[in-house]
């Protein structure tokens, strides 16, 4: 049973940083295609970072330079790293994973594992 939980959320003024990390059980990153996505209510879910098996990293434009994804293979646990967060960075930021053929995109039906969620406002 492969489960996602998510931490590192918070608030912070813009600017600002934070770390978000993404525990994995049942599973392991090192195999699988892992994702970090972000909701605001009412809108669709948006890719934000990917890691496809291989360590190919993808991000949308609007998060380039700013964040950065990575993995502890050793502990099965993904980060996203957030840094100049800006007011409009503000959204329920979701971990994603798929263990079956993927390529590790940014497209959210590319994955069928999620995480509940850690909320991220920037102010």
């Known amino acids: 049973h492969v489960q996602l939980v998510e931490s590192g959320g918070g608030s912070v003024q813009a600017g600002g940083s934070l770390t978000l990390s993404c525990v994995v059980s049942g599973n392991t990153v090192s195999h699988s295609c892992m994702g970090w996505f972000r909701q605001i209510s009412g809108k669709e879910r948006e890719g934000v970072a990917s890691?496809?098996?291989?360590?190919?990293?993808s991000y949308a434009d609007s998060v380039k330079g700013r964040f950065i994804i990575s993995k502890n293979n050793r502990k099965n646990i993904l980060y996203l790293h957030l840094y100049s967060l800006k007011s409009e960075d503000t959204a329920m930021y979701y971990c994603?994973?798929?263990?079956?053929?993927?390529?590790?995109?940014?497209?959210?039906?590319?994955?069928?594992?999620w995480g509940q969620g850690t909320q991220v406002t920037v102010s």
């Open positions: 994603a994973a798929e263990s079956n053929a993927c390529s590790g995109g940014l497209q959210a039906y590319e994955y069928t594992r």
């Open positions: 890691i496809n098996r291989h360590g190919r990293e």
